[in-house]
């Protein structure tokens, strides 16, 4: 983690730098820690305090200052980000306050959008799955959806809840337009399936398979059997 | 003396934990962020602590000692520990304040 030390100015660096380190390798560093060093390497680049701690001014002066902290601060957010929502692996499914998991409504998956990547990179909405399987996820509706099953948002974050949990379980799940359905998670061949099991389908149907299986990594149809 | 018209804006109530930290005696950074996290549950991030050591130190309310290996240890000035005092005092006054309208009439 020493590259996010350069993002502070020069004049930080040089009277921090080594205690700063030391601190990080006893303390570790969470993903919402690099958010914080992000902030206040902006908050060192902007305070005029700098200038008073007795250290030579940056090279090319302040023009150059500003231009070089936007181009450094627009590539550190931006690989926080990414780092963020790619690298961090599955959030644990559990409220901050340790309470056992319980749908909510107020979960809302329905767009990816930098706002929601901003909630889920400072913490503020723990209930966020991983931006990935957020996609996969939204993904695996649209394939439900062309098969002629519509589940709703909150059944398909239940069936990822599950699918962290129980796998080879299944659970009832409410689609809409008449289906009765349940969505089970299945493993095989080390890949993790969700498989939507048509229990009743209204008459008349376009699609005739009761089995269909989602690749619940990518949210694409593997396979669909009668 | 009010934090704010100190300059330590909103990293002030950082500060209060830094300075109560070094009341009884000089810490390093990560002694103080473990000090604050045990004493009060509140987990400061490394660029919050350092960000409120930065400023502490640029307005003399706080000293950095002689390095320990990497690790810099920091105390209170006379300046801090005063500074400190007030504003205890001010919130100690707040506190007993709020809870006279909470109490029963």
Known sequence: MKWLILLYPSWWRSRYKEEFLALVKESGLSVRDVLDVVLGAIVARFHPAGADAGSPPERGGRRSSVVLLSTRMCVALLVSFVLIAFVQGPVPWSYSDGAPYQPRDSIHLRTVSPLDILDYAFGRVHEHMPVTRAVAMRTAMSTMKQTGVNISVREAILAYVYEST?????????????????????????????????????????????????DARTGHLTDMRL | MDAESKGLGRFAEASIFIMISLGDGPKHGYAMMDDIK????????????????????????????????????????????????????????????????????
């Open chain 1, 166 to 214: 129980n796998l080879n379980q299944c659970w009832p799940a409410q689609a809409t337009h008449g289906h009765q359905a349940q969505v089970c998670s299945a493993q095989r061949d080390g890949h993790v399936y969700w498989v939507l099991h048509i229990v009743e389908r209204p008459t008349p149907s376009k699609n005739p398979a009761q089995l269909i299986f989602i």
């Open chain 2, 38 to 105: 045990r004493s009060y549950g509140v987990r400061l991030g490394p660029g919050t602590l350092y960000t409120a050591i930065s400023r502490l130190e640029q307005q003399g309310l706080i000293e950095a000692m002689e390095a320990e290996d990497r690790r810099r240890p920091y105390r209170l000035t006379d300046a801090g520990l005063a500074a400190l005092r007030t504003q205890l005092s001010s919130l100690g006054h707040l506190a007993a304040s709020g809870l006279k309208r909470l109490a029963p009439s």
